[in-house]
């Protein structure tokens, strides 16, 4: 059974760097890109983060270049979003993704986690 279990949201003060985590199940997860997505009451899903099968390469959306940061250990099936200046327009539901590398057709979906940036 395919998982990608999301941790890590919560209430963060402005200014925040909290970490969130997908941990990855039931899937070969080093032959999968790995994205993180967000969205926002009453707005559509965005991308935020990506990164490569072998974590040699990443890009970012431009609001949360410099700030935000994707990483993964394919060791521990797990992939990360670094958020650091936290600001609130960050607050949304962060969705992880997973696509198979040679695949446009095979994917899955967390279930998201909610991040509040608030004082």
């Known amino acids: 059974q395919v998982q990608l279990v999301e941790s890590g949201g919560g209430l963060v003060q402005p200014g925040g760097s909290p970490r969130l985590s997908c941990a990855a199940s039931?899937?070969?997860?080093?032959?999968?890109?790995m994205r993180w997505y967000r969205q926002a009451p009453g707005k559509e899903r965005d991308f935020v983060a990506h990164?490569?099968?072998?974590?040699?390469?990443?890009n970012y959306a431009d609001s949360v270049k410099g700030r935000f940061t994707i990483s993964r250990d394919n060791a521990k099936d797990t992939v990360y979003l670094q958020m650091n200046s936290l600001k609130p327009e960050d607050t949304a539901v962060y969705y992880c993704?997973?696509?198979?590398?040679?695949?446009?057709?095979?994917?899955?979906w967390g279930q998201g986690t909610q991040v509040t940036v608030s004082s």
């Open positions: 990164i490569t099968r072998a974590g040699g390469l990443t």
């Open positions: 039931g899937f070969t997860f080093s032959n999968y890109a």
């Open positions: 993704y997973a696509k198979l590398y040679d695949s446009s057709s095979v994917y899955y």
